[in-house]
């Protein structure tokens, strides 16, 4: 089992930046791909980024240019760095890791952005 820990969510204006980080604990070494997900109310959960053990990364078209996930595999964290945020994105942004014998979640953390 994996447990996740998101933190770094709250409210942020329209153009602004956070930084979510997502701490993972137990079978740590079982993990290969880490990403993040969001969740705005009504819609589906959607990727917005994933990375893999050693550093490969994958964005959804929306995040590309400004948004970066980055991971120090050492303390078993990932950080998702999001510039230039947009009242649309207002959601709960997912933890996610992967290993051969199923996925992991965290419990979300609410990001919000007002115009």
């Known amino acids: 089992q994996v447990q996740l820990v998101e933190s770094g969510g709250g409210l942020v204006q329209a153009g602004g930046s956070l930084r979510l980080s997502c701490a993972a604990s137990?079978?740590?070494?079982?993990?290969?791909?880490m990403g993040w997900y969001r969740q705005a109310p009504g819609k589906q959960r959607e990727l917005v980024a994933d990375i893999t053990r050693g550093g490969s990364t994958n964005y959804a078209d929306f995040a590309k240019d400004r948004f970066t996930i980055s991971r120090d595999n050492a303390k078993n964290t990932v950080y998702l760095q999001m510039n230039s945020l947009k009242p649309e994105e207002t959601a709960v942004y997912y933890c996610?890791?992967?290993?051969?014998?199923?996925?992991?979640w965290g419990q979300g953390t609410q990001v919000t952005v007002s115009s």
């Open positions: 996610n890791a992967q290993r051969m014998l199923g996925e992991s």
């Open positions: 137990g079978s740590v070494f079982s993990v290969n791909v």
